[in-house]
Structure formats: C-alpha cells, structure tokens
C-alpha cells in the first residue's frame, strides 16, 4: 500500500497553548488510520490542519509526492481530502441532490443557456442515497430530515466528491446500530477503491471492528501508533488517558433503601405533535433511572415536555405535589434541571465567561430581588463558578475564560456546573457524555451518582449502550414515542435492550 | 502572545476610541482654525447627543440579533406628543415624562409585542411600524410643525448647566445608567444571552418573548428622550424630523463595537460612536464638503465597520 499523506514534525501554537507538539503521522492508500485521544488531545487541530483552516507553526504537510508547510481549504480540496464533520455542514434549505452535488451541479443546456440538469442530479443522487442506506426522495428537503439521516447526507456528499482521503470525525455519533453497519459496509467498499480513511471516535468498541491502525494523542503529543490487531481496547483506554478504566463493571451504588420513596413520577404524559405518546414512570430515591432510545425514538422530545420547553398533556408530580409549568423558567422554578443533549445550540453561551455560563441558571432565582429584576452579584457569581470549576475540575486558566476556548468535555462540565448550582431536585441528563474524552465521562459519572446519593432524582438519556448499562439502576426502553420495556440493572444485557428499542437483535459484527 | 491576536484584542476594546482620536486628528489638522476650538468642539459633542440617544436604543435591539428601524419615527412622534402638551400648558415633567419617555414606551412595547405575536424578524415589523408610526405623526399634526414651545422649556432641556449643554449632560447620565443596567442587572445579562444564542436561553428558563420586549421598550425610550431634547434644539416639533436617522442610530452602535449578529457590545462603544458620527459630520461641513457627501460617507461608514468586526471576529 502506498503512503498517501505523511505528516511531519507538524505543531500548532496558540497564545498561551501548544496544540499539537511535534506530531507525526501517515496514511495509506485502503486504510482506517483511528486517531485517539481525550478531548483537547488535538485530534481536532489536526483536522484543521489537513482541511486548511490552520496552518501549522512548524513542519510540513507531504500529498502524495507534494510538499506543504500549509494548506488551504481549497488546497487541501483539490489534493482529494474531504471531510465528515461532527457538527453538520449541509444546507437545510436545499434537497438532498443538491447538497450532494454543491458546486458541481451538473449542467445542460436549455435555449442556448447552461441550466442544472435535474434528471441527471437526480439520477446520481438516488445512487449515492442508496449507498448509504438513506431511505429518502433525492428531492426532500435536508431541513425535513432526522440529525441521523442528516448525517448519512454528510456521508454520501464525501462520496461525490471521489476523495482519495476522507475524515471522519465522530461519524456514528447520532447513528442507530443498523446505520452504523451500513456506514462500517460503505467504508469497507471505500478501502477497497484504494481510498485513506482517517477516522476520529470515542467509541472504542467499533475500533476493532472498522479500524487497521491506530494513533493515539495526548495533550497534543504522539504516544502511539500501534496495529488494532496488535492492541486491545484496554490497552488503547490507558494509552490515552494514562490508567486503566474498568470498564466491564457498574458505577457502584451506595444508597440502596428496601423501600424507596418516589422523587418523580410523570403520567400518561403526551406531546400534541404525538411523538410522544401516553408515557407513565416514576424515578426512586437512590437510584439512577436509565432511558435508552434510537436517535428519533422521542426520548428527548419527552424530556423537553418534561422540563416544559414544548407544551404537554398529562400529570407530573415532584415529591407528591403536581406540577404545572408550562416554560423553562417555571420547570426551573419547580427545581427540575435539564442537561440538554446539544451544547452548542442549546446548551451554552459562546460569547460568555465560564463565570456568566454558570452564574445564569443559578441567579435567576437566588439574588436579593426575585424573579427577573433582580442584580447580578459578580462576587457571588466568581464564587459559585470557582467552586463548580474546583469540584468538576474544570481545566481553565480562570473561570472568566470565554467558554469558547474549553474542550468540549470542559464545555459539557460548565454546563454541569451550571445546573449543579441550581439547588435542583430533579436532574434530567441527555447524553451527559455524547463527544467527550474517556477520563470526562468517568468524572461526570461520579458526579451523577453523588447526586443521586444525594437524594436527587436523576434520569439519563443516552443511546449509548455501554454507557447506559454502566451507569442505570433501572433501564427504560423507548421506541416510537412509547416505552417499551423496563429492566433492572441485574437482568439487562445490550441484546434486551436493543430488541426492545429496534425489535432487532444487534449485530455489530463487521461483516 | 502573536502580534496578530494581540491587535485583535486592542481593538475589540479600543478600536472604536482609536478611530475617533484619528478623526479628530485629521481633521484638526485640515482644518486646525475652526475645528479644533473649544466651541466647536462643544458644538459637535451637543450635536451628537441626539444621536447617541437613539444608538444606545437601538443597541439594544442590535443586541438581541434584531434592529429597530422606527427609531426615527419614535422620535418625530414623541417630538410632537411632548409639544402639543407643552403648547397645552402642562408641566414639563409631565410632558417629557408621559409625551416624551411614556409614549416612547408604548411605541416600543407594541414594536416588541409584533415581534413576539407574528414571530417575524425585526426588521420586517420595524420597516412596517416606521411608516405607521411616522403616519400617525403626520395625520395627529396635520403634517405642520408645532411651534410655540414655552421659553422655560427652550432654557431648561434646549439650555446649560454647568457650562455644559443639557443634551449632552441628559446623554451621559442616560448612558450611564443603561450602561449599568447591561452589566449589573440580571436583565441586562439575559439580553447579552438572548442574543449570543436564543434557542440556549430558552432552554435555561429565560423568557425570551419578555426579554425581547423589555428590548424595544428602552429602544422607544431612547427614542422618546431624543424627541424631547430635538424639540427643545430646534424650538418646535417637526412631523418629518428623524428621517433616516436609523442609519445614524445603526452606525453609532455597530462603529462603536456592537456585534450585528447579537450578544456582543457596550454601551460606551455606542456613544463613542455616535460621536464618531458626529465627528464626521461636523468635520465636512468644517472643510466644506456637500452634505450630499455626507450620505456617501455616513454608508460606507457602516459598511466598512460591520466588514472589520467580521475579520476580526471570525478569522482565528
């Protein structure tokens, strides 16, 4: 195989922060080159080098047989990388066609005028659509389609493009198991053509099902570069963060009462768009209530009718009172808190210190003047982040830092933080670990659990099956807006709960 | 630190500051007889005050990801509610308090209440109410000026204090409270929240449609302040005053560092760009430059401004 990009000596200094230090890396031709690392290990950078968008301080870049110190974006475009981003960059108001062929529609001509072919973009699409496993008219609009679906948009774009190197970054975080086959079936047939794949995951388990080598990143150095044959996923954990994570056991429960009261409980809960339908369950003192559901099952559409974001119908009852809020801030005020599963778009504040990203949930209710008119109390609100940033273990140079420049499992923990000073009752955390580094995860699962003991209802969503049985007491499936079935932490297994939620016996196997 | 990142930072805080001292420099210099005396330099802080007024409104409906083009129809209304009163004998207070600042209100709250009601962007509600609002004016005054204000207004609102013009003093005080209400109050915080990312704010129990109103509310007020101190400068209520001075408005708040695209800006930024404005007005007038010009420079103006916060905000 023949080595397609090599990248040498190459490092990325921001003021105050060496990104990337001296790293190298290579690629051939028919090969799944995984890069690992936590978050803020620099796989990121790394991609903005390859893309273009950064240019490197030092080293140099090698295409095939060319030598750059930098890319651009359209360098690196006609050197044939393309890129799968974690975060979607497909335009919601045109077709699926269209975003396949952007900026090389084909072309006709119609009175002596060049027009877009349509039967011919249309034609092209279908193909590539059915590649993927996409399940939609080439014509339907991107903005009408499932984060999943918008995903596999993103996939089969890379596949127009007929790249000799594509990146994927995080590619199966909002895939179900049959989409994530079908991209392992799509990535295979890539190799085959002679096509480098750099692939960027947290999610270990598919490490050795899809990946031929593996790199591994540490607070922006080279560790390791080892064959996945060679190599176990114990070994790849404690390459990245240093130790050794248990990860076959359950986070241990400490309170465990014979009869334990009932915090929470939701009945016969509705949303009038019906997806969510008719959902009764209750969550107990002491335990951690698990809900596992496919991307689209409704999971976190209930817990936005819970927190009061979508209007509901039916009973909510906190600690034997009914509840009736019908926005955010009621359902604040009735101590609910809700984690969102989006950071970005509806979790934090870009332009916000840590210190205001914390400080805003927490002093709606607790300056001197109540409700909405009251002062901010910057003396408090430093307090209240240093001790969130101190107990979460925030890594940041001070908590007036914009959030911006955090990793993202920084980011996440601010927003932990941000809820944790609320003086809440009831957590609700959807995807509390979704795109974080493995040493992250763990703490924020400890968190979870000291609030638990604390005497705190907690609910987590997550479409992580590990993560789900690590982490519930008791388990709820979710499937088309229904719950489908209940399971103790003793009697489930991932086969159970992947049948409940797709009827379908899991197969991670690469085929 | 690289030299790149580290002009980025000066200027997001004192660019607006740099521009100013430029102008006065330049300027001073083509013209060092007249411009750079203590007159007309009093001369162009007063003429800005009107400007800054409406900016540090307009501020805050920039803020929140929105813009506010009634302005100056606010304006031109308040100007001539506040003087019907005072032609009617009532109270000075009270004909600034309810004409000026109260009718400013509800001008606002109904910009904000469309707003929240049709879910359209600003802009289309705004371009909409400019035209009704300024309607109104010129159907309540018969499309004639109210003349005939009380001299004791003229002297008190339109007079000095200090040796310092009362505009300019009414324009520092009210800057200085709005400036403490962005940063001390937990309103203030939400507009910041609202316009760095909406969707977040709703999430973590800001009420957002209240927010918003609270917004175009101190924009009909500013507006509102500015029509009572445009009446006492010009001695009458003008149906057709404040045309256009949204671009003004607009202008101030984005030269003086305020994002268009929301969440980002002070209001000291706003006032030193409305001086800025000011500045530059005064400056071609001084070297004998058509106001026609004026015009010319005033879009460019923006147009460059918005182009530099865009370089330096997005190129990391």
Known sequence: ???????????????????????????????????????????????????????????????????????????????????????????????????????????????????????????????????????????????????????????????????????????????????????????????????????????????????????????????????????????????????????????????????????????????????????????????????????????????????????????????????????????????????????????????????????????????????????????????????????????????????????????????????????????????????????????????????????????????????????????LVFSDGHITAEFSSDDATEEKIVHAATHKVPDYSYP | MSSLSSFRSFWQKYGTLVILIFLILLIGILSPKYFLTADNLTQVVLQSSITILIAIGEFFAILIAGIDLSVGSVMAFTGLITAKMLVAHQPIWLAILVGGVGVGLVLGLFNGFLVNATGLHPFIITLGTQSIYRGLTLILSDARPVYGLPPAYMSSIGGWLWRIPVPVIIAILYAAIMSWFTSKSKAGRNLYAIGGNKSAAWYNGILVKRHVSIAFAISGISAGLAGVVMIARLGAAEPLAGVGFETYAIASAIIGGTSFFGGVGRIWGVVIGGLVIGVINNGLNILNVPTFYQQIVMGSLIIISVFLDHLVSSKQ
């Open chain 1, 1 to 475: 195989m023949d080595t397609i990009l090599k990248i040498e000596n190459v490092s990325k200094i921001f003021p105050g922060v060496v990104a990337l230090d001296n790293i190298d890396f290579d690629l051939k031709s028919g090969e799944v080159h995984v890069i690992l690392g936590e978050n803020g290990a620099g796989k990121s950078t790394l991609v903005k080098i390859l893309s273009g968008v950064y240019s490197p301080s030092s080293g140099h870049i090698i295409l095939g047989n060319k030598k750059f110190e930098s890319l651009t974006p359209s360098i690196s475009k006609s050197e044939g990388i393309s890129i799968i981003y974690q975060e979607l960059s497909i335009i919601n108001e045109i077709s699926i066609a269209e975003n396949l062929f952007i900026g090389q529609l084909p072309e006709k001509t119609f009175i002596g005028l060049p027009v877009v072919d349509r039967k011919t973009l249309k034609s092209g699409a279908s193909n590539i659509i059915n590649e993927v496993g996409l399940n939609r008219s080439p014509d339907e609009f991107v903005r009408n389609l499932s984060i999943s679906e918008k995903q596999l948009v993103e996939i089969a774009r890379a596949l127009t493009l007929n790249s000799k190197i594509i990146i994927m970054d995080e590619p199966t975080s909002s895939l179900s198991v049959d989409e994530t086959i079908n991209l392992f079936n799509i990535i295979k047939e890539l190799k085959n053509k002679g096509v480098g794949i750099i692939y960027i995951s947290h999610k270990l388990d598919e490490i050795p099902q899809i990946g031929d080598r593996v790199t591994v990143l540490k607070d922006g150095k080279y560790v390791a570069t080892k064959n996945v044959a060679d190599t176990t996923i114990d070994q790849m954990i404690s390459m990245m963060v240093g130790r050794d994570l248990d990860r076959t056991s359950r986070l241990p429960r400490k309170l465990n009462p014979v009869n334990p009261t009932t915090i929470f409980s939701v009945q016969n809960l509705s949303r009038k768009d019906e997806r969510v339908k008719n959902v009764s369950f209750e969550v107990r003192e002491g335990e951690i209530l698990g809900f596992y559901g496919l991307i689209g099952s409704g999971r976190s559409e209930l817990m936005e009718a819970i927190f009061g974001v979508v209007p509901r119908e039916g009973q909510i009852i906190l600690n034997g009172m009914p509840l009736h809020h019908k926005d955010p801030y009621d359902g604040l005020k009735n101590k609910l808190a809700f984690i969102t599963e989006n950071r970005r778009e509806t979790g934090f504040f870009a332009n916000f210190s840590i210190m205001n990203n914390i400080a805003i949930v927490y002093e709606l209710f607790n300056s001197k003047l109540g409700g909405l008119w009251g002062l901010t109390n910057a003396k408090q609100d430093k307090k209240i982040a240093e001790e969130q940033a101190v107990a979460l273990k925030i890594k940041c140079s001070s908590v007036m830092q914009n959030i911006n420049e955090l990793s993202g499992g920084n980011q996440q923990k601010v927003l932990v933080g941000k809820w944790l000073a609320s003086n809440s009752e009831v957590f609700i955390f959807d995807e509390p670990t979704k795109g974080i580094d493995v040493g992250s995860k763990s703490e924020i699962y400890h968190i979870i659990r000291q609030l638990c003991d604390a005497g705190k209802g907690i609910i987590i969503v997550s479409s992580d099956l590990p993560e789900i049985l690590y982490i519930s007491d008791r388990i």
